[in-house]
Nanobody, 127 residues
């Protein structure tokens, strides 16, 4: 049974930083495409960042490029999302997702193909 547990969310002022972590069990991150998605109130869930099973490919949505960094800790079987220069529009529930390798970095941005999801962690950025 695959489980994903996010942590690290919270309340931060605009311009501040947070680091989200996703601890995986039941499936190794080195054999999975891993992604971060977010959902703001009244909006659909959207892609934020992803890293391919090999670690060779990382993909970001345009609005977070240069501010967010996704990384992987193979020894801890975890994925992190470092978020800097946070803006009020980054406020959302952030979800970690895991899926089997697809071999195409373009597909990392789609929620289709991720078969396991965490419960989410709230990130609130005050202006």
């Amino acid at each position: 049974q695959v489980q994903l547990v996010e942590s690290g969310g919270g309340l931060v002022q605009a311009g501040g930083s947070l680091r989200l972590s996703c601890a995986a069990s039941g499936r190794t991150v080195v054999s999975s495409d891993m992604g971060w998605f977010r959902q703001a109130p009244g909006k659909e869930r959207e892609f934020v960042a992803a890293i391919s099973w090999s670690g060779a490919d990382t993909v970001y949505t345009t609005s977070v490029k240069g501010r967010f960094t996704i990384s992987r800790d193979d020894a801890k079987n975890a994925v992190s999302l470092q978020m800097n220069s946070l803006k009020s529009e980054d406020t959302a529930v952030y979800y970690c997702a895991s899926g089997p390798p697809r071999g195409n970095p373009v597909l990392l941005t789609s929620n289709v193909g991720y078969d396991y999801w965490g419960q989410g962690t709230q990130v609130t950025v005050s202006s």
